[in-house]
């Protein structure tokens, strides 16, 4: 029987000491383990399983690889494919400074990988295009739309509209302010 220990290194966050220890026997050899290489089994959760599928639609979406994903956020070709895989496959959890690279290599925002439904990951992403004054006026107009089903139908029902009718109902809107 072995019992193994593992320490965090006080000199570096990124290595973990590690010693096998027999029960009946003699003490084995020490080793270190780089942060990296070490692969936490992770219970398979909502938040996992929406990360997941978050990772594969932006993945596909920016015409990455899980190889040339990994490669592009600085972890190397073959290393990177297990660890992409690893984190589709909801067997290993990121970490946020891992998030950050990848949403940035992804171009899209952190949230989005972490968003609960594909619609939210749809919404989180419209905005990341939005301008700073557009920001300002979905802040406000989201959660009066929320608190207001009615003025939302009638905006999904001018939304559906064909272009041309949008805009004479926009017009209409905009004469009815003078």
Do not use: W
């Amino acid at each position: 029987m072995f019992v193994g220990l593992l320490d965090i290194d006080p000199q570096s966050s990124y290595t973990y000491n590690c010693q096998l220890k027999s029960a009946t026997g003699p003490e084995l050899p020490s080793c270190s383990i780089a942060a990296s290489d070490l692969f936490l089994s992770v219970p398979k959760s909502k938040i996992h399983a929406f990360f997941a599928a978050r990772l594969i639609q932006a993945r596909q979406m920016r015409g990455f690889s899980q190889r040339s994903l990994g490669d592009a956020m600085g972890m190397g070709k073959e290393r990177g494919a297990v660890r992409i895989n690893r984190y589709e496959h909801q067997v290993t959890a990121i970490g946020f400074e891992s998030l950050e690279t990848m949403a940035e290599v992804l171009e899209v925002p952190a949230s989005y990988l972490l968003a609960e439904s594909a619609r939210m990951a749809d919404a989180i992403l419209a905005l990341s295009h939005a301008d700073e004054s557009q920001l300002n006026a979905l802040a406000d107009l989201i959660p009066a739309l929320v608190s207001n089903p009615e003025f939302l139908e009638k905006l999904q029902e001018v939304m559906n509209l064909p272009k041309t009718e949008q805009a004479m109902s926009l017009n209409d809107l905009n004469s009815g302010r003078d």
